[in-house]
C-alpha cells in the first residue's frame, strides 16, 4: 500500500517526524512517501504546498500555531477530502485546562537558546572529546561512561545521550589492554557496561570489516576469541558492580532511554540520603 504523508510545521519539524514515525511503526507493508515541510510561516508558502498536496493525495499531519495558517490549511484539506491531523492539540487543550491559560502560540518555542540548549551543545563537545578512551583523566566530569567491546553501539549511544544534555565518555574494553584504573574509582559519573551476543556482535563486525574494504575472517570476528571477549568484559561489570544493559535486540534510543533511567533512578537515590 502507498500512502503520501505531508509533513507540516511552523519550525523544525522534528517534533511531527517523531510523532509520525512512532506511528506508521504500527502497520506493516506501507511504501510511505514522505513530503516534509518545515518553517511554514507565510500565507505564500502554504499555498505552493498546498499546490503540492492536491497533486499528491494523502494524510496530513501539521504543528502550526498560526492561527490563520491553521485555517487555511484545514479549509482546503477538507476541501479536497483529505484528513488533516494536529497532534499536540489535545495535549494543548489538557495543558490549559490544568494551568488555566492559553498557549502562547509561538513557534518554535522549544528551540529556544536557553541555558538547556547551551547544556546539550557542551555536552556533545565533551562526549566526542571523550569517545574511545580518549581523554580518561577528565571522567570525573562526565555524567556516564559506557563500557563494552568494540562495536557494542558505545559511541552512538554516547552522542544521543550528548543530545538529550548528558555528558558521556566510553571505554573499549579489550583483554590484552586494560582499561585506565581511574574506570575503577569514579565517583560522579555512573558506569555502565554495554554488553550483547556474541552472534550478533560477529555480524556487526564482519559488516565493519567488508565496509572498510579488509579481510572479514580475522581474530576480530573468530567465534571462540569474540566469546571470550564478550564473556571477560561481563566478569569485568559484574565484579565491579555496574549496571549492565543487553544491546543486542536494542535500538540506540531503547538503550538510552534505559541509561537515562538508571541516572535518573541515581539521582533519585543520592537526593533522599
Known amino acids: 500500500m502507498r500512502l503520501h504523508l505531508h509533513l507540516l510545521s511552523d519550525s523544525t519539524g522534528e517534533t511531527l517526524e517523531n510523532i509520525a514515525k512512532a506511528a506508521l511503526a504500527q502497520y506493516d507493508d506501507v511504501e510511505t512517501i514522505r513530503h516534509f515541510w518545515p518553517m511554514v510561516r507565510t500565507e505564500a508558502h502554504l499555498e505552493r504546498i498546498l499546490q503540492e498536496i492536491a497533486q499528491n493525495p494523502g494524510l496530513v499531519i501539521f504543528t502550526l500555531v498560526n492561527s490563520t495558517t491553521r485555517r487555511t490549511l484545514e479549509a482546503r484539506c477538507r476541501a479536497l477530502g483529505l484528513p488533516a491531523v494536529a497532534p499536540l492539540d489535545a495535549v494543548n487543550h489538557a495543558l490549559s485546562g490544568l494551568l488555566g491559560q492559553q498557549a502562547k502560540a509561538r513557534p518554535g518555542r522549544q528551540h529556544v537558546l536557553d541555558e538547556a540548549y547551551f547544556d546539550r551543545v557542551e555536552a556533545i563537545q565533551f562526549s566526542m ?145
Open 129 to 273: 572529546a571523550h569517545d574511545d578512551g580518549i581523554n580518561w583523566e577528565n571522567w570525573e566530569e562526565a555524567d556516564i561512561v559506557l563500557a563494552g567491546v568494540s562495536r557494542s553501539s558505545k559511541t552512538p549511544t554516547s552522542i544521543y545521550l550528548a543530545n538529550r544534555g548528558f555528558r558521556t565518555a566510553n571505554i573499549p574494553i579489550v583483554v590484552e589492554s586494560p582499561p585506565p584504573t581511574t574506570l575503577y574509582s569514579l565517583k560522579n559519573p555512573l558506569v555502565v557496561g554495554l554488553t550483547t551476543s556474541a552472534d550478533r556482535l560477529i555480524q556487526v563486525r564482519r559488516n565493519r570489516l567488508l565496509s572498510l574494504h579488509q579481510a572479514p575472517e580475522t581474530a576480530y570476528v573468530d567465534p571462540e576469541a569474540v566469546t571470550r571477549e564478550v564473556a571477560f568484559a561481563r566478569r569485568m561489570f559484574a565484579d565491579n558492580g555496574w549496571p549492565v544493559i543487553d544491546v543486542t535486540r536494542r535500538s540506540i534510543e531503547e538503550t538510552a532511554a534505559a541509561i537515562i533511567a538508571l541516572v535518573q533512578e541515581r539521582r533519585g537515590e543520592k537526593g533522599n540520603e
